[in-house]
């Protein structure tokens, strides 16, 4: 079970930070991802963190976005920095490189305007 949160409305070169609770499963032995729905467009893999700590990212988000965890509360964030039009969508959580569909959430909206 994965709860996103955070999302929201942020002007052009703003910043949020998303946060994945997870539950039922132990976020120490997944490696999890963030992957991002624009309107209309297939969902995409941004941001993921492998069990050992080492993160890997998308080209379009690179320098941008932070993966990070804190394991002893079982949660996963996304640091979004200096976010652009194209950045909005709806964020979801679930497992990388290959997602579990019994794992998807509802997602966290971003909306990027001024």
């Known amino acids: 079970h994965l709860v996103e949160s955070g999302g929201g409305l942020v002007q052009p070169g703003g910043s949020l930070t998303l946060s994945c609770v997870v539950s039922?499963?132990?976020?120490?032995?997944?490696?999890m991802g963030w992957y991002h729905q624009a309107p209309g467009q297939e969902r995409e893999l941004v941001a993921d963190m492998e069990r050992s700590g080492e993160e890997n990212y998308a080209n379009a988000v690179k320098g941008r976005f932070t993966i990070s965890r804190d394991i002893a509360k079982n949660t996963f964030f996304l640091r979004m920095n200096n976010l652009e039009p194209e950045d909005a969508g709806v964020y979801f959580c679930?497992?990388?490189?290959?997602?579990?569909?019994?794992?998807w959430g509802q997602g966290s909206p971003v909306v990027v305007s001024s």
């Open positions: 679930n497992t990388a490189p290959w997602p579990r569909h019994d794992l």
């Open positions: 039922g499963l132990s976020i120490t032995f997944l490696r």
